[in-house]
């Protein structure tokens, strides 16, 4: 084999598997499994992520001037979309593939096309996949709206889809904020959950969180760290500790992140 031949010993690693799933939220902070009702549909053939430099050449009206010379170049800004193919026909997925549209306030099935564009038709949306590692990659589209409208395609004894084309926007309030946003992250995210009894407080963890990193709820009301409740670790094993015991029937859950090892 010759010298060159190789590859990056960090390879596997940083490898992005799977399709990736779209969400309306996500804390890369706290890279837990969505809960169900954030994620926007179900795809198929994958989802592409784009993020292309748009640039003017100030020398390519003057005389003599080479193109392309690095001191006359400027960039205009950053054109940002998320194309994908839904499998969804819910009255969100077909707003959503509209983008200036409303779900009719008295009739939650009817979907009606607007002729005017409202700031609210704007939203962020998440795309998050697996990394081979355990860790994650996600790309933040800000500002989101559909600007390849409503596509149906129906196939026989076969599944209808809808192509989607969300483009990413400045802001007025945030014009140095460009509409997309990456991370690529080792972490690894983990959710715990504890049915309270009314008289424990103790819950041993799946794994150990890193410092700073974990949220805690008991029945989706946020607790304070240190006044709330605490982690303790002893013999590789973390425990966590509520200051009052959650009455019977109450669910605790744990969003945490921690080290691989």
């Known amino acids: 084999m010759g010298r060159f031949t190789a590859i990056p010993q960090d390879t596997f ?7 990736g799933v779209l969400l309306r939220n996500f804390n890369p902070d706290h890279p837990v499994a969505p809960a169900d009702e954030d994620i926007i549909c179900a795809t198929t053939g994958g989802i592409k992520a784009s993020c292309t430099p ?23 800004g950053w054109t940002c979309t998320l194309e994908f193919t839904s499998l969804g026909t819910s009255p969100a997925g077909i ?26 038709d704007f939203s962020d949306v998440w795309w998050v996949g ?30 209808g889809n809808t192509s989607v084309t969300l483009t990413g926007h400045v802001s007025i309030n ?16 983990a959710t715990d959950e504890f049915v309270g009894d009314g008289t424990e407080t103790d819950f041993v963890l799946s ?19 240190t006044t709330d ?27 945490y992140i921690y080290a691989e090892g």
């Open 54 to 76: 748009e640039f003017t050449d100030l020398g390519e009206d003057v005389d003599n001037c080479p193109v392309n010379m690095k001191e006359l170049k400027v960039l205009k």
């Open 229 to 255: 409740f605490t982690v303790t670790t002893s013999s590789g094993t973390s425990t966590l500790q509520l200051t009052t015991a959650p009455t019977a029937g109450k669910v605790v859950k744990a969003n």
């Open 207 to 225: 794994h150990t969180p890193a410092t700073g990193g974990i949220d805690v709820y008991v029945d989706g009301t946020k607790l304070t760290e």
């Open 13 to 19: 690693e940083g490898l992005q598997i799977d399709a």
């Open 130 to 159: 697996d990394r081979a590692d355990g860790g994650f990659v996600a790309i933040q589209l800000k500002n989101a709206l559909s600007t390849g409208g409503f596509s149906l395609q129906t196939t026989k004894a076969g599944k």
């Open 95 to 120: 707003k959503l593939a509209l983008g200036c549209a409303d779900i009719d306030g008295s009739d939650s099935t009817k979907i009606v096309p607007r002729k005017d564009l409202k700031q609210t």
């Open 174 to 189: 945030a014009q140095n904020e460009m509409p997309m946003k990456f991370w690529s992250s080792d972490v690894l995210g």
